[in-house]
C-alpha cells in the first residue's frame, strides 16, 4: 500500500493541521548549530499555508525523559521558525510528557485536539513508536509530507532500483547497532566499506590484535559469520591511527600492542577506500572513519569526505555524524542526498519499513 501523500488529504483550506517534525537540532548556549531539520520541513509548512490551513508543527528535542527540563525548550527553534515560517506555531517539547515515548492514548487525544488534520514529515524519527508519530493517523486524516516523501522514495530506489556497483560506507562506535543494516546490506551490496572503531570488532574477528581499541565482545562471532557471508566483499582498514602511552599518536598497521587505541584509520585505508568509493554508481555513506571532532583524528574521516563528493555515481550520506562531518568540511553541498534521519534512515534500509509510515498506510484517507 503507498503513502498517503498532501494531496491525499480532504482540503486544507481553512482547516487546523498538526504537523509532526523533527527539530531535533543541535543547540549550544541558545544557538542552534545547525537548522538543515528545520529548513528541510518549509516545503511541507508552506504548502500547507498556501492552501489556507492553520498550521501547528510539534518536535521532540533531545531526551528530556518525559518531564519539563527547560534545558530542552523548544524555544530556540521557535524563533527560527517565526522567520523562516511566520504564522505556523510550535507547541513545546513533546517529550515533556511522559505520554510521548509511550504512545499514551490519552496524550494522542490532547495531542489530536481541536487539530482537523496530520501531517508527518518527521522522517528522522519515524523508527520510533511514539504518541506523536503512530497516534494520529488512527483518528485524522493523515498524509507524509514532502520531506517524509522524498526521504523514504530515494531509500526505497537506492535499494530497489539501484545503479551497480552499489557500495556502502559505514563507520561509528558500536557494531552491534549495525548487524542488522550490515545483513540487509549484504543482499544488496558489491562492496562493504567498514571504518570507525566498529572495524575493531571485526578486525578481531579476523584475527588481528587490537590493543586496547574499542571492541565489542559479544559480537565477534557474529561479525566473523558476516565476514564468512561477504565472501570478500567486506572492506576493513590495512592501517590505523592511534594512540599511545603519553599520548603519543602513530599510524601502525592493523595489528596494535596493548597500550595503543586506533582512534581513525590509517592513511593506506583512506586511499583504500577512496579507490572502491570512485568506482560506485551508487553510494551510502553512514559514520565517521574516526574521531573527527579531534584535529588528530580527522584525516581518515575528511579522506573518505572528499571521496564521496567526488564521485560520480548517486550518493547518500545518511544523517547524523556523517552529515555534520560533511559540513565540518564544507562538503554537505557535493553530494546527492543528506538523509535528515541517521537512526531512521538504518532502520528503514534493515527493515524496509517503520512504524511512522506504517500508521500512515493506515490512515482512514489512505490510498487502497
Ligand atoms: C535523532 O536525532 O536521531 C532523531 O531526532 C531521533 O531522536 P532519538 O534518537 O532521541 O529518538
Ligand atoms: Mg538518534
Sequence with gaps: MKLPQLEDLPSPSGKRVLVRADFNVPIKDGVIQDDMRIRAALPTLTWLQEQG???????????????????????????????LAPGVALLENLRFDPGEETDDHAFVDRLCEGQDLYVNDAFGSSHRAHASIVGP??????????????????????????????????????????????????????RLIVGGAMAFTFLLAEGHDVGDSLVEHDWVERCRALLDEAGGRIVLPEDITAVGPNEEVRQAGVDLRAGWKGLDIGPG?????????????????????????DPRFEAGTRTIAQAVADCRGFTIVGGGDSASALKQFGLEGEVDHVSTGGGASLEFIELGDLPGLEALRKASNAPG
Design 269 to 293: 585505508s583512506a586511499a583504500a577506500f577512496s579507490d572502491v568509493i570512485a568506482d560506485a554508481r551508487t553510494l551510502f555513506w553512514n559514520g565517521p572513519m574516526g574521531v573527527f571532532e
Design 137 to 190: 493517523p488512527a483518528r485524522l486524516p493523515s498524509a507524509a509530507g514532502r520531506l517524509l516523501a522524498q526521504e523514504v522514495d530515494i531509500l526505497d530506489r537506492m535499494l530497489h532500483d539501484h545503479r551497480k556497483p552499489f557500495v556502502a560506507v559505514l563507520g561509528g562506535a558500536k557494531v552491534s547497532d549495525k548487524l542488522g543494516v550490515i545483513h540487509t546490506l549484504l543482499e544488496k551490496i558489491e
Design 53 to 83: 490551513a492553520t498550521v501547528t508543527a510539534c518536535t521532540h528535542l533531545g531526551r528530556p525523559k518525559g518531564v519539563a527540563d527547560p534545558k530542552y525548550s523548544v524555544e530556540p527553534v521557535r524563533k527560527a521558525l517565526a522567520e
